[in-house]
């Protein structure tokens, strides 16, 4: 039987995405670490600029941590409706090179470009037009990550970080993986890692030739495939978004958040920023739902439809904040690695938008959006 051809995978992810536009939009902080996220008290880092890292700040770190670890950094508020826009430029790049786009963030994708070869060459050249075609669109530095598969793709862009440029040929792939930490691999958690070690597991090529019987007792049913994923191997089809009409907005942190409010507090300026999404398209919606992937890489996605279609802030923020309970309440101290929320079913409302969201989507236009959702949010902490 012929071998499957092999597949032409790309993740791209923009490097320090918010505060890279925030350098680009201001030529004084280029240089300097531009910290962006909440500024309060209880802020929340969203981005923090590489010359910002050197310092040890990372997103989702507490801001007033950030402060202390680089007090003389530039904190700047987050300019959703900004990077919103730049993300639907670099969409529309990667939508030119292929249909076959997965979106995980505003600043990430998968890319199956297998089908695109024959127009734009080898899989590295795809990948070095398609950077350069972000740089000279947005102005902005990305990370391309190129392979056969999603799980090698990935791994390509963040060991090239930033402005990373890492294509792994099918022969590099044990040489690639090997001296990698086995908490590298999807799904390795830090528990599954400290069982690993115990028995003297520390890297993805020892995981990839320890013996099945060893590992069928630490890993038990998982052993199987997890031995594929140190082979480097993953069948995963990159899956484009359903045409399906939906406004969404979601976050992935670079640390996994475990505290229930600051959960609440980041979903309520979702619901703020998609509500906001709604009206401003004199929309409403019907359903409501939430996304949410633990640390694991276990995604759910939980939906509630409303009696009549809402665009109210209030109303979208209550329904997305009881499905988080529910999941709350089965997953207590599960760190979640991404959160989000999402309307669908939208139809033209029936009734005109109350005077509460009429004035603060007037502020948010006027202010930028973060002040408005950021009060909102902390006032729901403090009660
Ligand atoms: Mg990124």
Redesign the pocket.
Known sequence: MPAKPLRAIIHV?????YASVEQRDEPAYRGQPVIVGGTGPRGVVAAASYEARAFGVFSAMPAQRARRLCPDGIFLRPRLPVYREVSATIFAIFREFTPWVEGL?L??AFLDVSASLRLFGTLEDTGRLLRDRIEAETGLPA?VGMAHNKLLAKLASEVGKPRGFVCIAPERVASFLDPMPVARLWGVGRKTAARLQAIGILTIGQLRVADASLLQGVLGRQADHFLRLARGEDERAVTPERADKSISQEMTFDTDITDPRELHAILQGQAEDVARRLRGKALAARTVQIKIRDRHFHTETRRRSLRFPSASTRTIYRLASALLDTWLATHANTPVRLLGVGVSGLEQPETAQGPIDRLTDAIAERHGADKITRALALGRKRR
Do not use: G, K
Not at 13 to 17: G, K
């Open positions: 992810d923009m490097d320090a995405f963030s600043d990430e990370s």
